[in-house]
């Protein structure tokens, strides 16, 4: 099958350090790659892949100073991918809702993974979009008052080979939470967590720009460095480490998480999950078994002497059998089908 895969351009395809979506972009295009498919990777210039690269700048958006009008670079790469739909038998687009309007003139057939929400903005160009293929991150994603042709939903998926499983949490004990600094993450109610239990918090995960605010007035003061530490934004071995060597990860988010990578990179590694009752979260964890899903932050308080005792095993053999880029890519191959 010859496959156009778009991926957004603000972030390298994989990701230098944080970004989920180009992670899965990342492992769906080489995946597919290894079973035959013939890729194209529409993405930024300094993307790695398995797959041929179509690019319409060097790098990174966000790593270069000089770019203030990124919208525009998008507009450049979806011109070039309908310039050339008739070479593709399907394309795929990871853009939310950026490639809808490009959609309708072409006769090739593009199929949209959701990998955010829904605003009461982009509800416009979904609704007037409805009749496009869409595949959803989780049934919890799902919208159906806006009248969407879903397809299929799609779980991500992990390569477990690059999350070993540690048997044992690492000594003296410690919670995780990784995740971009952002209120709808939740990192304030992780050290709530952390203080009423009186375990530290390692937290880690970026700052962008528009929570820089958030950030330096909400999150900043409660940072001690002994108790309450802030790692800044780690590599992926750094948070393999971070992740595997928890007691247990601090899902604590405010919002209708689409999905939540970080819990399956958790659990791959063995350690638990205990997360808040909201968005995929219920659909991720296996409450009782390889966490728990909470409705307030005293739950999650109280939850964490349970979670020592879980097994660790289960929650690696959990994402391997649920949740692995194998999976995954075997359910997007059955999308395309269904398209097709």
């Not at 966000?62 to 739909?85: F, G, N, T, W």
């Not at 006769?107 to 959803?136: C, L």
């Not at 296996?286 to 899903?293: I, L, W």
Request: net charge negative.
């Amino acid at each position: 099958m010859r496959i156009a895969q778009i991926s957004p351009l603000w972030e390298r395809v994989p990701p230098f350090r944080y970004g989920g979506i180009e992670l899965i972009v990342k492992l769906l295009t080489d995946e597919l790659v290894r079973r035959g498919h013939e890729v194209t990777l529409f993405a930024s210039g300094d993307s790695i892949t398995s797959a041929k690269l179509h690019s319409v700048h060097n790098q990174a958006l966000r790593l270069d100073p000089k770019i203030k009008e990124p919208s525009i670079y998008d507009q450049m790469i979806l011109a070039d991918v309908y310039q050339q739909a008739h070479h593709f038998d399907i394309i795929h687009s990871h853009m939310n809702h950026t490639a809808l309007s490009y959609c309708g003139f072409a006769k090739t057939p593009t199929v949209h993974t959701m990998h955010g929400i829904f605003t009461p903005d982009n509800e416009k160009i979904y609704r007037k979009n409805a009749w496009q293929p869409f595949i959803s991150i989780s049934e919890s994603q799902r919208e159906p008052r806006l009248g969407l042709n879903y397809i299929h939903t799609v779980y991500n998926g992990i390569d477990t080979s690059v999350y070993p499983f540690l048997p044992l949490p690492a000594q003296p004990a410690y919670l995780a939470f990784v995740g971009r600094i952002s209120p709808e993450k939740g990192p304030i109610g992780a050290i709530e967590v952390a203080r009423a239990t009186g375990l530290p918090l390692k937290m880690a995960g970026k700052i962008d720009v528009v929570d820089r605010d958030f950030y330096q007035e909400k999150v900043e003061p409660l940072i001690d460095g002994e108790q309450i530490q802030y790692l800044g934004e780690v590599s992926h071995d750094e948070k393999v480490n971070l992740l595997g060597g928890a007691t247990a990860t601090l899902f604590p988010i405010t919002w209708r998480e689409p999905f939540g990578l970080v819990m399956i990179e958790s659990m791959a590694t063995g350690t638990p999950v205990i997360g808040m009752a909201l968005g995929a979260v219920p659909e991720v964890i296996a409450h009782g078994k390889t966490g728990f899903v909470c409705h307030s932050i005293e739950e999650m308080i109280e939850r964490i002497p349970e979670a020592v005792k879980l097994d660790r095993q289960t929650c690696r053999e959990y994402v391997v059998s649920r949740f692995s880029v194998e999976s995954m890519t075997d359910q997007y191959e059955r999308a395309y089908e269904m398209v097709l």
